[in-house]
């Protein structure tokens, strides 16, 4: 029987994910500026899932089954096509610190994923109450009422990214039940592999191959790439799904009203990024939802 993680491990493993996720926005946004989203994170995490698995069949990991590759192909396709998928287009068009402010109410999509798992909780009136303080502040922070020139964001990328964080969710609980036997490690690597393939064929039908040019990709963009594989990645995304299997969904959540913060700060000093009241009030607003999330999901119901 494997042993219990211990708290300072859990820490370490929420510390990374809290500090190593905030920081991807800003690598995604400087990447996409001149390599095509969809095949940028393809490549990335084809090399990351990639390297992973070599390293664990060189530690000997036995070789995984059919069965492995298509849950975690699967699980990939909802995490990397269509969470990480959206995110990289939207980030074409939408401020690195805003799409982590707007991906911050993943948590709330994640309460009603798990509402409509068989045998789910339905949400309660605190909870109801908190998806609705959740969404105003995503609309606020959109302002779909006023056009790009007057301060309001991308309708289309907002949608994109709302879209992801409900395929983000969709994953993640499904990670959560899936019962195909892989270690958290080989699981992590399937499914950037898997996720990773599907990527390319979202790329090829984006049009990103006819697109590309390698002498047009700044140096900053390589750099970028390199650090979303290595960190955010091997070390990023190992880590969330090693915390899947080790921790309730609402624990882990907790990253999503922590990255944003990182990523607002990262994206004023790096890239100039306007941080402007509306953005202040509206990120209070989500994160105060997320956190009144978490909270009531922590609760332990009464004895009966």
């Known amino acids: 029987m494997n042993a219990l993680p211990s708290r300072a491990a859990i820490a370490l493993a929420l510390g990374t994910i809290y500090l190593v996720w905030g920081s991807t926005y800003l690598a995604i946004r400087v990447a996409v500026e001149t390599m095509p989203p969809f095949l940028m994170a393809s490549a990335r995490f084809l090399v990351a899932g990639g390297l992973l698995l070599a390293f664990?069949?060189?530690?000997g990991a036995p070789t995984p089954t059919a069965h492995q590759w298509r849950?975690?192909?699967?699980?990939?396709?909802?995490?990397?096509?269509?969470?990480?998928?959206?995110?990289?287009?939207?980030?074409?068009?939408?401020?690195s610190g805003l799409t982590a402010l707007l991906i911050g109410v993943g948590p709330l999509f994640i309460v009603l994923t798990e509402w409509a798992w068989p045998g789910g909780l339905r949400p309660t009136v605190r909870t109801a109450?908190?998806?609705?303080?959740?969404?105003?502040?995503?609309?606020?922070?959109?302002?779909?009422?006023?056009n790009l020139d007057q301060g309001g964001l991308h309708l289309g990328s907002v949608l994109a990214i709302l879209g992801g964080c409900v395929c983000w969710s969709l994953?993640?609980?499904?990670?959560?039940?899936?019962?195909?036997?892989?270690?958290?490690?080989?699981a992590a690597a399937l499914q950037m592999l898997g996720g990773g393939a599907l990527l390319m064929l979202a790329a090829a039908l984006h049009g990103d191959f006819i697109r590309v040019d390698l002498?047009?990709?700044?140096?900053?963009?390589?750099?970028?790439?390199?650090?979303?594989?290595v960190i955010g990645s091997l070390v990023g995304f190992s880590t969330f799904v090693w915390l899947m299997k080790h921790c309730?969904?609402?624990?882990?959540s907790t990253y999503a009203y922590v990255n944003p913060i990182v990523a607002v700060i990262l994206g004023w000093l790096i890239l100039d990024e306007p941080i402007t009241a509306r953005t202040l009030v509206a990120s209070a607003v989500i994160?105060?939802?997320?956190?009144?999330?978490?909270?009531?999901?922590?609760?332990v119901p009464p004895a009966r």
């Open 56 to 59: 664990l069949k060189l530690r």
């Open 71 to 95: 849950a975690n192909t699967v699980i990939g396709g909802f995490l990397l096509l269509g969470g990480n998928g959206c995110v990289v287009w939207a980030e074409q068009f939408v401020p």
């Open 129 to 146: 109450a908190a998806l609705i303080l959740g969404f105003a502040g995503v609309v606020w922070l959109a302002a779909p009422w006023q």
């Open 171 to 186: 994953g993640s609980i499904t990670s959560r039940h899936s019962k195909h036997g892989a270690s958290p490690a080989m």
């Open 215 to 229: 002498t047009t990709i700044s140096a900053q963009a390589w750099g970028a790439f390199a650090y979303l594989v």
């Open 248 to 252: 309730p969904p609402a624990q882990v």
């Open 287 to 299: 994160v105060t939802a997320v956190v009144l999330i978490t909270l009531e999901k922590h609760k």
